[in-house]
């Protein structure tokens, strides 16, 4: 129900809060908040105070905000996204100590690869990703095989849109990027050689559920020059076990 003279809700609004935080914005003033979020100051003072006050937001000492442990504690139970990443480590961990490079666990949201995990060692090379960031379907390995094992739907709808460059190497053509979704598909793992960094090789394998549906892309970020065939074998071989986890423990 819209009870603001804008017309907007509660929900709408408190929404907006909680999205001005990202993973490389963590802590805000209420002030900033407001102004992200297009509130009058007023409003985002009252709305962060109540936030606080219910522990979803949580007040320094120097009186910024941050994301509250409520709301992570709330966010974690009973989620399909925390039942996927419990299956998916132990076969993760394996991998990342095999090949000894930045090894992540992504999915579908909201038309983008979302990353519910990342391991890595101090020799792992560079990498953008972070957990709880997300990357273009276009763009990063993971999502290729999201948006290649993805609906009839989503391959249209991402197709029809601009595709924005992330860098010089990224598929911004949608003939191009038709053709590499059917390659993903006949070949069962998607290679993205410089499509976020031009020093950076990505290589994903989808994870599947019981019916065969793709939930879930297995990635690892290789230097460019890496031989891709080796962590690909690991990939595939997590990705049947995780596969395996889910329907042991349902």
């Given at each position: 129900?819209?009870?603001?003279?804008?017309?907007?809700?509660?929900?709408?609004?408190?929404?907006?809060?909680?999205?001005?935080?990202?993973?490389?914005?963590?802590?805000?003033?209420?002030?900033?908040?407001?102004?992200?979020?297009?509130?009058?100051?007023?409003?985002?003072?009252?709305?962060?105070?109540?936030?606080?006050?219910?522990?979803?937001?949580?007040?320094?000492?120097?009186?910024?905000?941050?994301?509250?442990?409520?709301?992570?504690?709330?966010?974690?139970?009973?989620?399909?996204?925390?039942?996927?990443?419990?299956?998916?480590?132990?076969?993760?961990?394996?991998?990342q100590a095999?090949?000894?490079?930045?090894?992540?666990?992504?999915?579908?949201?909201?038309?983008?690869?979302?990353?519910?995990?990342?391991?890595?060692?101090?020799?792992?090379?560079?990498?953008?990703?972070?957990?709880?960031?997300?990357?273009?379907?276009?763009?990063?390995?993971?999502?290729?095989?999201?948006?290649?094992?993805?609906?009839?739907?989503?391959?249209?709808?991402?197709?029809?849109?601009?595709?924005?460059?992330?860098?010089?190497e990224t598929?911004?053509?949608?003939?191009?990027?038709?053709?590499?979704?059917?390659?993903?598909?006949?070949?069962?793992?998607?290679?993205?050689?410089?499509?976020?960094?031009?020093?950076?090789?990505?290589?994903?394998?989808?994870?599947?559920?019981?019916?065969?549906?793709?939930?879930?892309?297995?990635?690892?970020?290789?230097?460019?020059?890496?031989?891709?065939?080796?962590?690909?074998?690991?990939?595939?071989?997590?990705?049947?076990?995780?596969?395996?986890?889910?329907?042991?423990?349902?």
């Amino acid at each position: 129900m819209a009870n603001s003279p804008s017309g907007d809700s509660v929900t709408d609004r408190l929404l907006r809060v909680l999205e001005t935080f990202t993973p490389t914005r963590t802590v805000q003033t209420a002030a900033e908040i407001g102004r992200r979020a297009g509130l009058p100051t007023s409003t985002a003072h009252r709305l962060v105070g109540e936030l606080v006050e219910a522990g979803l937001l949580e007040r320094d000492e120097d009186r910024r905000i941050r994301i509250g442990m409520r709301l992570w504690e709330l966010a974690t139970r009973s989620s399909q996204a925390l039942r996927l990443r419990q299956a998916a480590m132990p076969s993760m961990e394996r991998v990342q100590a095999r090949i000894h490079e930045h090894t992540q666990l992504a999915i579908l949201e909201q038309d983008e690869a979302l990353f519910l995990e990342r391991l890595s060692s101090p020799d792992s090379g560079a990498n953008v990703t972070r957990v709880a960031g997300r990357l273009p379907l276009h763009a990063s390995s993971s999502g290729l095989v999201l948006l290649a094992f993805g609906s009839r739907e989503l391959q249209e709808r991402i197709l029809a849109a601009p595709l924005a460059p992330v860098s010089r190497e990224t598929l911004t053509d949608a003939g191009a990027l038709r053709r590499k979704l059917a390659e993903v598909r006949r070949l069962g793992h998607a290679i993205a050689p410089g499509y976020i960094e031009a020093v950076s090789t990505g290589a994903a394998v989808p994870i599947r559920d019981e019916t065969g549906t793709v939930i879930a892309a297995l990635s690892a970020v290789l230097p460019r020059d890496a031989a891709v065939d080796p962590p690909l074998v690991e990939l595939h071989g997590a990705a049947r076990e995780i596969a395996a986890a889910l329907r042991d423990h349902g």
